[in-house]
């Protein structure tokens, strides 16, 4: 039986066409960028390709500096920790907004900032599960506020932010504005020249690059202290070798994943609302989240009566790969911080499945997903009390 792999929030397959470049650069260009020798100077042909094509990708300008990082949780731990260290902890800001339904990266980055004495506000989120404009205008303050830290696209629910406007209220305040582009690369269109962003994370692996590897978009004269001191790799920004391999394969990974994104809205997006529809055929099922205010590949259902875990494994012991929602929270006993900032009441919490699709998703995959689902669900409920009982 061939599996189905539907949970791509989580990571995605490597195309084979970003492993194909990225093979030269282990065994063969293999010098050091920072090396004066031909081994060094060999590589900065296509280390300049890559960093074209991430700036082309976000619509990044000369000015602007994008700094390969190791993952999105550095990038987020850069921006935040540098701008505590720029801003807050000496002065002349206090504060720091983010949102209650960050990733862990982000929300636990910000605790850590309140040990050492700063004020982190966790705006809540509307009822279409987002943080609006009239919410940060409530919270924002030019004289305090030293970073507002929003993401682009949820990557429970898939619902994506007004960052555009968010980013304006930002301007308008003098403050810094930082999003966590790490759902939405590939998926919607990113471009700092539409949307006022100071920082802008994203990862490799969510767009069919390679894992530990992803950029952090720097608007152009901004300081930033570095979270990595050392060399001076990255005009002295992030310190360590670069990781040239990985970087290639972001580079081209980032070019496909744009030139794709008119398939991404067109078919994923059809192949996902098919899917959905097929989800919401079972009786006692919902969807969190208007359609059209979520990103094309991602659904994030509730199974009335069956717990979200046995799901999982039922589906994974029938071949679909989908998750509870965070991968890194998968083994986290805490109730989840997005669903209760969103109301989601705990049954609702208990009994939800996030999928996420890709551009490698197929329809006869979804059509067989649809089926082992609605199978699934018929088969735990059979066993269920707690669904026995609530009809
Ligand atoms: N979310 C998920 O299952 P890394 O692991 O550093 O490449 O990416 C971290 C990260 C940061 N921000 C957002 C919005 C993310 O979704 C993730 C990764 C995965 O939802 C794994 S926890």
Not at 1 to 26: H, S
Not at 96 to 106: A, F, M, N, R, Y
Not at 145 to 153: F, G
Request: with cysteine; net charge negative; aromatic share 6%.
């Amino acid at each position: 039986m061939d599996r189905i792999y539907l949970d791509n929030n989580a990571t995605t397959i490597v195309d084979p066409r970003v492993k194909e470049a990225m093979e030269p650069f282990f065994c063969q260009q293999y010098g050091n960028p920072n090396s004066l020798h031909g081994f060094g100077t060999e590589v900065h042909p296509a280390m300049r390709l890559a960093m074209d094509r991430l700036y082309a990708g976000i619509g990044a300008g000369n000015a602007d500096d994008i700094i390969v990082t190791s993952c999105a949780c550095e990038g987020n731990n850069h921006v935040l920790k540098g701008v505590y260290f720029d801003l807050v902890r000496s002065g002349p800001k206090s504060e720091i907004l983010t949102t209650q339904v960050e990733h862990p990266c982000v929300r636990n980055t910000c605790a850590f900032l309140e040990s050492l004495g700063a004020k982190v506000i966790y705006m809540p989120v509307n009822a279409d599960g987002v943080v609006d404009g009239e919410t940060l205008r409530r919270f924002i303050h030019p004289d305090r506020t030293a970073l507002v830290s929003v993401m682009w696209a949820n990557n429970e629910t898939g619902l994506i932010f007004p960052v555009r406007e968010l980013g304006e209220i930002c301007r308008e305040n003098s403050v810094l504005f930082h999003s966590d582009a790490v759902q939405a690369i590939g998926k919607i269109p990113v471009d700092v020249n539409r949307v006022p962003v100071d920082f802008l994370t994203f990862s490799a692996h969510k767009f069919h690059g390679p894992k530990g590897v992803g950029g952090l978009f720097i608007r152009k004269g901004l300081k930033l202290t570095p979270l990595i001191h050392g060399g001076e790799q990255m005009g002295g920004r992030r310190a360590g070798t670069v990781n040239v391999p990985y970087f290639v394969g972001m580079g081209l990974a980032m070019e496909m994943a744009v030139d794709n994104l008119a398939y991404e809205d067109r078919a994923v997006r059809r192949l996902r609302d098919r899917l959905e529809d097929a989800i919401l055929a079972i009786p006692d099922t919902l969807v969190v989240g208007e359609r059209e205010r979520r990103t094309p590949n991602t659904i994030l259902a509730s199974f009335r009566g069956i717990e979200g875990e046995a799901m999982i494994w039922d589906l994974n012991a029938n071949g679909v790969a989908a998750s509870t929602g965070s991968a890194c929270a998968s083994e986290s006993l805490e109730p989840n911080p997005t669903f209760a900032a969103m109301c989601i009441s705990d049954e609702l919490a208990h009994t939800s499945i996030r999928f996420s699709l890709s551009r490698f998703s197929t329809e006869e995959e979804i059509d067989q997903a649809a089926a082992v689902i609605r199978r699934s669900a018929q088969r735990l409920r059979a066993i269920s009390s707690t669904y026995k009982n609530s009809k």
